[in-house]
């Protein structure tokens, strides 16, 4: 049997937030675990890779993915989703259940599982339906969607409109040790938009969405996991009266944590005058007082996870009128530099707190063994190169979809080498 292979990341700066630790060492990665940080004895490496002026830290966690298989393949597949993920610097997705048919059971989500292990890139982690097709109504096998391999609970892609029904979902979840992420949305109130209600869609005669069909459905969340005592993570967090409700309910104690999206950091409802579908998604793109106190509840830690909502959609849907044009676009290739230019570049965060939310924070959240660089720890790993410069073309993406509103935005920042369990999946320069 032949001994396992050790790899060295040298002199990196090492920035693992779970364990407070930011020092410029070496990394040490043995039968796919990490082994140590800074010295290893007198082991040699059988692969050393020179990372001076790289950033070396737990690999990227996702947690809010649409991977579309089963049903809608034309969008994107595990196969591909996967491979998008792992040239954003992500090592683990969790994928979300609004699949055709919706990941509901036991064996749904052992497919998924099963189809990823094909693939063998990044992990995925699926995410079951609360309820029964995503209907709203009838509880999903929640115990079986765990054993098959489920972390948490959503029927994202629309909400559990019954209060009812969301209230048994959080207490049979709470049993269970797992979260519901909440896809916070008054259907009957957005019924008919297609971007944020305000003084833009007024101009441009379309009907909006407003900001209290978030809000409502999160003041309800949180309420239900007050009386519940569940952990309700709130999805998409775009307004900033959720922001504050967000904050308000973890100041009564509520388990109640949420996630913002980089797309929602950095662009508003003006990009809508340009009638590019790309730029229409739901939550839809709000105003720039929104953006900002989506920052102010990143920076003081309201918000905990970054995370992409990555939602492919094939050219020739995305290509419909306006109104016709399905929500969504695609994140995992950009994750990491709009992060950065929304995030490092102005000062709002540095890199210990960023990485944190795009790492250990998601894993908390969903319950994963991911996100720390502890010895003994599964080696997924991610080298970043902060400095380079490169133009985001969705042309050479790897998703299979190419609906990308960021395209031909300069922006610094990459994922360099991509290590999942220890394997290398990604490098993207000769850093030996």
């Avoid at 292990?117 to 995410?127: H, Q, T, Y």
């Avoid at 992060?339 to 960023?354: C, F, K, N, T, V």
């Avoid at 300069?410 to 369990?421: N, P, S, T, Y």
Wanted: aromatic share 4%; charged share 25%.
């Amino acid at each position: 049997m032949l001994p396992p292979i050790v790899i060295r990341l040298r002199g990196g700066r090492v920035i693992d937030p779970a364990n407070k630790i930011d020092t410029v060492t070496d990394l040490w990665i043995e039968g796919g675990v990490i082994a140590a940080l800074g010295d290893f004895g007198n082991r040699e490496a059988d692969e050393t890779f020179d990372c001076t002026g790289k950033i070396v830290a737990p690999g990227l966690i996702d947690m809010h993915v649409h991977l579309r298989e089963p049903g809608r393949e034309e969008d994107e597949t595990i196969a591909t989703g996967v491979a998008s993920a792992i040239a954003g610097g992500v090592t683990s997705v969790a994928c979300m259940p609004n699949t055709e048919p919706a990941l509901d059971s036991q064996s749904s989500a052992e497919f998924v599982v099963q189809q990823a292990r094909r693939a063998n890139l990044a992990n995925v982690f699926p995410i079951g339906a609360i309820t029964k097709g995503r209907q709203g109504n009838e509880l999903s096998e929640m115990g079986g969607l765990v054993q098959g391999g489920a972390v948490a609970f959503t029927d994202d892609g629309t909400p559990v409109s019954s209060a009812e029904v969301m209230r048994r979902a959080m207490e049979y979840a709470r049993g269970l040790g797992k979260a519901i992420l909440s896809h916070s949305e008054d259907l009957e109130l957005t019924k008919g938009g297609v971007m944020h209600e305000g003084a833009v869609s007024v101009r441009l005669g379309l009907k909006g969405m407003p900001s209290a069909a978030e809000e409502i459905m999160v003041y309800r969340e949180i309420a239900l996991a007050e009386i519940s005592g569940a952990h309700v993570h709130i999805l998409h967090v775009s307004t900033a009266g959720s922001v504050d409700l967000i904050r308000n309910g973890q100041k009564k104690g509520i388990r109640v944590t949420g996630e913002a999206c980089p797309h929602h950091l950095t662009l508003t409802d003006e990009s809508l005058r340009t009638f590019d579908t790309n730029y229409k998604m739901a939550p839809p793109l709000r105003t720039q007082a929104d953006i900002e106190a989506l920052i102010d509840g990143l920076k003081d830690g309201t918000l905990s996870v970054l995370a992409t909502d990555h939602a492919p959609h094939a050219l020739e849907k995305k290509t419909r009128e306006f109104d016709q044009a399905p929500n969504g676009i695609i994140g995992l290739e950009t994750f990491l530099p709009i992060s950065i230019q929304a995030l490092i570049e102005p000062g709002h965060l540095d890199w210990p707190r960023m990485l944190g939310m795009m790492t250990i924070a998601p894993a908390q959240v969903l319950g994963i063994d991911r996100g720390t660089l502890t010895p003994g720890a599964v080696a997924d790993v991610t080298v970043i190169d902060p400095d380079v410069e490169w133009t985001i073309d969705p042309t050479r993406f790897k998703s299979k979809s190419r609906n990308c509103p960021f395209g031909g935005w300069k922006v610094r920042g990459r994922a360099e080498i991509v290590m999942v369990g220890g394997d290398i999946k990604q490098r993207k320069s000769p850093l030996a």
